[in-house]
């Protein structure tokens, strides 16, 4: 059973060589947990999880046991089994095939994009049985505040602590992360802080925030905040969001 990774328009010929047999796709902004083996008795099977507000995720419609269609982030209220982005397909070459209608016919979804649910949707249509699996946990990483909660959830569940970094003269307040080649100096890490690698913090207090590879946090209060890679923050305090290579405050 192969594994690609798969996205729309031409990275559907990136996967192409493993849409063969037995295929499972898994989307890269998505962490799950399940507790036992799905029933794959199916030409495919999607897995889902219950939402309060479906609006941001794929749908599946249901009869049954069985799935009916799928609606790609439905503004109108049909259904709150959203789609997590792990499926299962009995033959990729079918998936293949309906991926390639899409580009060839230009059938494209919401924001202009070749949408997978579209591709599965006209597998449905041509007889092929579809069916849903449940996980036990969802951690979705497609928005900042998710991925800020997901962020908390991993870095609660690691047990002890991972600190593979250096730290000199600084306080550490559990659940935190500090990747290899990190460096805190002089600072309060913590709680649920990520210092990824090669990222350093001095003199600084880091709370509920992830800070990227190579990134540097000076002088600096942070709290719920994102700091992209190889980024440089000096002298700021509150909340902030920047991505990778960004400056913020004054020069080291």
């Known amino acids: 059973m192969q594994t ?7 990275a559907v010929l990136q996967a192409a060589p493993w849409l063969e047999g037995e295929c499972i796709v898994v989307f890269a902004d998505t962490l799950f ?8 008795d199916a030409d495919a099977v ?12 794929g749908v599946v419609v ?5 799935i009916t269609a799928f609606v790609e982030k439905p503004q109108e209220p049909i259904s709150n089994e959203a789609i997590i982005g792990i499926y299962y397909v009995r033959d990729g070459a079918a998936l293949l095939a309906a991926l390639q209608y899409l580009m060839d ?6 924001g202009g994009e070749y949408q997978l649910t579209d591709a599965l949707d006209r597998m449905l249509n041509e007889g092929q049985v579809f069916k849903t699996a449940t996980v036990t946990e969802w951690l979705d990483c497609g928005t900042i505040p998710a991925l800020m909660e997901t962020n908390a959830v991993v870095l609660a569940q690691e047990g002890e602590n991972r600190k593979e970094g250096t730290v000199e003269n600084s306080t550490i307040i559990e659940p935190v992360y500090i990747g290899p080649g990190a460096r ?3 600072a309060v890490v913590g709680p649920y802080a ?3 690698g090669d990222a350093v913090v001095r003199g600084s207090v880091v709370r509920n925030t992830i800070v990227f590879e190579g990134a540097t946090i000076e002088d600096a209060t942070l709290d719920g905040s994102l700091v992209g890679h190889k980024a440089e923050v ?9 991505g990778d290579h960004a400056t913020v405050g004054g020069e080291a």
């Open 4 to 10: 690609p990774a798969l996205g729309t328009g031409h």
């Open 234 to 242: 000096r002298g700021f305090s509150g909340t902030l969001n920047i």
């Open 194 to 196: 990520a210092i990824h």
């Open 62 to 66: 249901k009869d049954g046991d069985r």
């Open 33 to 40: 947990g399940m507790d036992a083996a799905p029933d794959l």
């Open 105 to 110: 016919a230009n059938v494209t979804g919401v």
């Open 46 to 57: 999607i897995w889902v999880k219950h939402v309060d507000d479906p609006r941001r995720f």
């Open 184 to 186: 805190v100096e002089n």
